[in-house]
C-alpha cells in the first residue's frame, strides 16, 4: 500500500475516533464544519483505493451514499485539480513544506492532496489573503515581482506555488484585495463606487486596480459572415496585411474593466481589429495592418461570455474574451497597456517561465504560451532556493501514539 494511502487510513480513524469521543463526552456528534470532515476523508480514502480514477471514485461515492463527498470531490473539484492533488500527496505531503495557492483551494490541498497551506478559507487574520494577493499581483515595478514572491514563500515555509484558470475569474477579487493591502484601495470605496450603479459595492475601479487588471477584448456580435454587423464595426486592413483577400476584419474594443455600469475603454484613440474567422486564436491588429504581440483565445461562440455596452453613443452585444499578450523578440511584454501582464501569476501561468523557479507540475516541459484552451488549466512551480525550513508541527494530544502528523 502506497505511504499515503496508509496515512489517509490512520487519519481518518482519528477523526472517527474524535467524533465517538466528543458524542460520549457531549452526548451530539460535532456541527457546522466540523460534520463534513468525516465525508470529505472518506471521500479521499475511496479516491485513493481506485487508483485515482476519478470516474471509478464518483460512482463508489454514489452508491456509499455519500452525498457530501460526491459534491466536493466529483462536482465542485475540476479534474485537474484532482490530478493536481494526487501529484501533491505523492511528492510534497504532510513533512514537507507548505504549498502557496489561493485560499479557496487551501482544504482541496489539505484533504486530497494532505499536504500543508500557507491560507485556506478558515484564515484568522485577513490580511494574509491580502498578502498572498499582492505577490499575486503585483510586479518588479511596484516593488514586488518573482524575488518577493520567493521571499514571501521562505518566510512562509512555503516551497510550493500553485497558479491556475480559476484565478482568472477570481482576479477582481485578488486585485482588491492586493491594492487593500498596500492602501490603494479601500472597502469604502468599493461601497461609494456601487451606490453610483445601484450596487452593494463595486470592484476594479481604483486607479490601482485599473492598472493591475487584465485587457478584455470586446468583439460585435453577430460574427457570422451572413449576417450584417455595423459598417462601424468592420476594420479596412490593407490587402498586403491581410491573411487573405476574403478575410474581413472588425473592429475590437479593449477594456480593463467590465463592472456592473462602469466600462473603462483602453487605447479607446486606438484602431485594434481582429480577423472574423472560425473559433479559434486569432491575432489582433492595429487599423494600419501591423501585428500586434497579442492574441484572444475563443474556442466556442455558444460558450462565450456575451455583455451589452454603449461605446459611441450606440448600444451593442459584444463577445467579451481575455486578450493574451506575449513577449517580443527581445523577451519583454511591451504592447500590454496595464501591469497584469507582468505580474508573477501571469509570468508563471500563461508564459510557464518564472525566474528563480522551476514546474514541477506537469512533469513535461510545456513550450509556447498557455492559451487558456482548457490543455493547461494549471502548473505548479518549485522555488529554486528554498531556505524557509519546515512548519511547525501541531503537538499530538498524549493518547495519540503514532508518527503521523495532519496538514494545516
Known amino acids: 500500500m502506497d505511504s499515503y494511502k496508509l496515512v489517509l487510513i490512520i487519519f481518518i480513524g482519528l477523526i ?20 463534513s470532515l468525516p465525508a470529505a476523508f472518506s471521500a479521499a480514502l475511496t479516491y485513493a483505493s481506485n487508483n485515482g480514477n476519478l470516474t471509478l471514485t464518483c460512482s463508489a461515492l454514489a452508491n456509499e451514499g455519500n452525498g457530501l463527498g460526491f459534491a466536493e470531490f466529483c462536482n465542485q473539484v475540476p479534474s485537474y485539480w484532482i490530478a493536481a492533488t494526487q501529484w501533491m500527496a505523492k511528492n510534497v505531503g504532510p513533512y514537507a513544506p507548505r504549498v502557496l495557492a489561493w485560499w479557496d483551494y487551501g482544504d482541496w490541498i489539505n484533504w486530497f492532496g ?4 500557507v491560507i485556506r478559507g478558515d484564515n484568522a487574520f485577513a490580511k494574509e489573503d491580502y498578502g498572498v494577493a499582492a505577490h499575486f499581483v503585483f510586479t518588479t515595478a511596484d516593488g514586488f515581482g518573482p524575488a518577493a514572491l520567493a521571499s514571501y514563500m521562505n518566510n512562509n515555509q512555503s516551497e510550493y506555488v500553485v497558479f491556475s484558470q480559476g484565478l482568472i475569474s477570481k482576479w477582481g477579487a485578488l486585485d482588491f484585495l492586493a491594492c487593500i493591502d498596500i492602501n490603494a484601495t479601500s472597502e469604502q470605496y468599493a461601497i461609494q463606487q456601487g451606490k453610483l450603479v445601484g450596487q452593494p459595492f463595486l470592484l476594479g475601479t481604483s486607479p490601482c486596480e485599473l492598472k493591475h487588471n487584465p485587457v478584455y477584448a470586446l468583439i460585435p ?41 462602469f466600462l473603462n475603454l483602453v487605447d479607446q484613440n486606438t484602431t485594434i481589429c481582429i480577423p472574423r474567422e ?7 491588429y492595429y487599423g494600419n495592418g501591423t501585428r500586434l504581440n497579442a492574441y484572444v483565445n475563443i474556442q466556442n461562440y455558444n460558450q462565450a461570455q456575451i455583455t451589452t455596452a454603449k461605446i459611441d453613443n450606440i448600444t451593442q452585444d459584444f463577445i467579451v474574451t481575455l486578450v493574451i499578450y506575449v513577449p517580443n523578440s527581445n523577451g519583454s511584454i511591451t504592447d500590454a497597456p496595464t501591469e497584469f501582464y507582468n505580474s508573477p501569476f501571469y509570468e508563471g501561468f500563461f508564459l510557464g517561465k518564472l525566474p528563480g523557479f522551476v514546474q514541477v ?29 519546515l512548519p511547525k508541527v501541531t503537538p499530538k494530544p498524549p493518547y495519540i501514539k503514532n508518527n503521523y502528523t495532519v496538514p494545516g
Open 361 to 389: 507540475f506537469p512533469n513535461t516541459t510545456e513550450s509556447g504560451v498557455n492559451f487558456i484552451n482548457y490543455t493547461l488549466p494549471l502548473r505548479i512551480f518549485k522555488l529554486v532556493n528554498y531556505t524557509g525550513g
Open 221 to 261: 456580435i453577430p460574427l457570422n459572415n451572413s449576417i450584417n454587423v455595423l459598417e462601424t464595426d468592420f476594420c479596412n486592413i490593407p490587402s498586403a496585411s491581410k491573411s487573405s483577400n476574403n478575410t474581413v476584419y472588425l473592429r475590437v474594443w479593449l477594456t480593463n474593466s467590465l463592472g456592473a455600469g
Open 278 to 284: 472560425s473559433p479559434g486564436t486569432w491575432p489582433l
Open 114 to 117: 494532505f499536504s500543508n497551506t
Open 16 to 35: 472517527l475516533l474524535l467524533e465517538i469521543l466528543n458524542f460520549l463526552s457531549k452526548g451530539t456528534l460535532l456541527s457546522g464544519a466540523w460534520t
